[in-house]
């Protein structure tokens, strides 16, 4: 991170300049802006081009390939939301109640049937598989709950049926390849293997109380010291009780965001984002106090610094 922020390589200078990240990146400016943009480019179109951009020494030649990688980040949103809200159809449709998942489609993109089976995953919290169907075959991308091993299921799965032309992977994820004819055979089976396994519930570990007072710059700067955050270093959640929430608004594209003000009686507040929660904005101005746990982040914007929540829970 100091490097980054010291002294960038000219590719990754550009990159941050098209994700609004160059006032200053972090590790959470990392996993939600710069990382999705590079990962895009090997999902739509040829990993060659993120090293290209990465290597880059010239900055016209950065800012052209960095504004395809943001452009083909943005067509990734768009093919990530269609897969999505059709598997999610599709589970309405036939009302599967199994505690596993198995969704299937017709030339769902395979660069981004991972990233919506993990969506899946997270969301109905429950082992699923995500298939793209051409030409008479399935590829899969399958994720798993903690505490549930993907790939001995899989591995159950082959030993009872021999469905797979090509698997592997590993407790948390997995790929796989069948004839798209016995996709029902793998719905059976995947059900029949995993039915009798049990999960926890999921659950928020939460690292400390928090008052809406205490969002003070050393707050921030002792935050910075547990950077940076990631798979082995969560970032920290903090735990808000009874706060007032107000001047509640959508954002974003499509308004599918919110942004409100955060604050304890009489205090000063503070700025909160809520990502995905734009279609319960009314429900947000119904109740005005509320328990929320949020990450603490500072928010640069042009020649601005400020401290802003990020909602990861609210009741």
């Known amino acids: 991170m100091r490097q980054i922020n010291r002294s960038p390589s000219v590719g990754i200078h550009a990159l941050a300049d098209v994700a609004n990240s160059k006032q200053g990146v972090t590790s959470t400016h990392v996993a939600f802006q710069l990382a999705p943009r590079i990962n895009a480019i090997g999902r739509l179109a040829h990993a060659k081009r993120a090293v290209e951009l990465l290597l880059a020494d010239d900055p016209i030649e950065a800012e052209r390939l960095a504004l395809e990688a943001n452009g083909l980040n943005q067509k990734r949103q768009v093919i990530q939301e ?4 059709s598997a999610l159809a599709q589970i309405e449709e036939h009302a599967w109640t199994d505690q596993t998942l198995v969704v299937a489609g017709e030339a769902w993109h395979e660069g981004v049937i991972g990233i919506v089976t993990g969506e899946l995953t997270q969301n109905l919290y429950k082992p699923t598989l995500c298939l ?11 994720r798993s709950v903690p505490g549930v091993d993907l790939y001995a299921l899989l591995q159950a799965v082959q030993a009872q049926t021999g469905i797979f032309t090509a698997f592997g992977g590993h407790a948390a994820a997995a790929g796989f390849s069948l004839p798209a004819d016995r996709i029902n055979d793998l719905r059976s089976a ?30 921030i ?3 910075k010291r547990l950077e940076p955050f990631g798979q082995a270093n969560p970032e920290p959640i903090f735990f808000l009780r009874d706060v007032h929430i107000g001047d509640v608004q959508t954002m974003g594209a499509k308004q599918q965001h919110l942004r409100a003000r955060v604050k304890e009686g009489t205090g000063r507040s503070y700025s909160l984002v809520a990502f995905g929660e734009g279609e319960r904005v009314s429900q947000w101005l119904e109740r005005t106090r509320r328990h929320v746990l949020v990450h603490v982040e500072e928010n640069r914007y042009r020649d601005m610094v400020q401290i802003q929540m990020r909602l990861v829970e609210a009741k």
């Open 132 to 142: 793209s169907i051409k030409d008479g075959v399935a590829k899969g991308s399958g």
């Open 221 to 223: 700067a002792d935050l």
């Open 82 to 85: 269609h897969i999505y809200i």
């Open 190 to 219: 995947w059900a029949t293997v995993a039915q009798d396994i049990e999960w926890e519930p999921p659950h928020i570990d939460v690292d400390a109380p928090l008052h809406v007072h205490e969002l003070t710059p050393q707050f």
